[in-house]
């Protein structure tokens, strides 16, 4: 149980467009989902975090016009990129937490977005 | 500021030398702390969640523990399917349920 599907798990787009993310919770309900970036070698960085049917809250010094996060049921989450940068370029995690529970969450396998 | 601190960065071992990896922590008000691992390119897999100190998680290999201050993840005889990155966790009951990460152990077991 507790499965977070994500996908794509890779994806290359030129500079200027657009990169939509989308991360299911497969068997289980989710009214919270969290939205991550990992670079090399280094730990998960929160960009935001989502409640279903609300706007989402995001951490000091990410643009919310650029990283648009959607979280429209209970088990989907989206994440697009707009106007994408080679910065821009990095590892990206959601993970989702079942309503059943106060504090796990459980990850998905993540997206390797590459801007060139 | 929450802190969440892991030593050593790397840690290498002969295949079943045990050993423990540590997550020291300074937050106000504990609400839980969460071990996972995590294998290169691919997201985190959950291992443990701890609440109070003196609480002890086992899973195969692996056993969590859990003081006021820190945590430990000690591993028993590991095998070279053991090697990734241990990532520790915290969340507090002031930080809305958001979970701050410590940079992680990564380890690599040798046969």
């Known amino acids: 149980g507790a499965v977070v599907s994500q996908h794509p798990s890779r994806v290359i787009c030129k500079s200027g467009t657009s990169v939509k993310i989308e991360c299911r919770s497969l068997?289980?309900?989710?009214?919270?989902m969290f939205w991550y970036r990992q670079f090399p070698k280094q730990s998960l960085m929160l960009m935001a975090t989502s409640n279903e049917g609300s706007k989402a809250t995001y951490e000091q010094g990410v643009e919310k016009d650029k990283f648009l996060i959607n979280h429209a049921s209970l088990t989907l989450s989206t994440l697009t990129v707009t106007s994408a940068h080679p910065e821009d370029s990095s590892f990206y995690i959601c993970?989702?937490?079942?309503?059943?529970?106060?504090?796990?969450?459980?990850f998905g396998q993540g997206t390797r977005l590459t801007v060139v | 500021e929450d802190q969440v601190t892991q030593s050593p960065e790397a840690l290498r071992l002969q295949e079943g030398e045990s050993s423990s990896l540590n997550c020291s922590y300074t937050v106000s008000g504990l609400r839980g702390l969460f071990w996972y691992r995590q294998d290169p390119g691919k997201g985190p897999e959950f291992l443990f969640t701890?609440?109070?100190a003196g609480e002890e998680k086992e899973k195969e290999r692996l056993k969590a523990t859990l003081t006021k201050k820190e945590s430990f993840l000690h591993i028993t005889a590991p095998k070279p399917e053991d090697s990734a990155t241990y990532l520790c966790a915290v969340q507090t009951f002031t930080n809305a349920g958001k979970s701050t990460f410590g940079d992680g152990t990564t380890l690599t077991v040798k046969p």
């Open positions: 701890l609440y109070s």
């Open positions: 993970s989702a937490r079942p309503m059943s529970r106060a504090t796990e969450a459980f």
């Open positions: 068997d289980f309900q989710a009214t919270t």
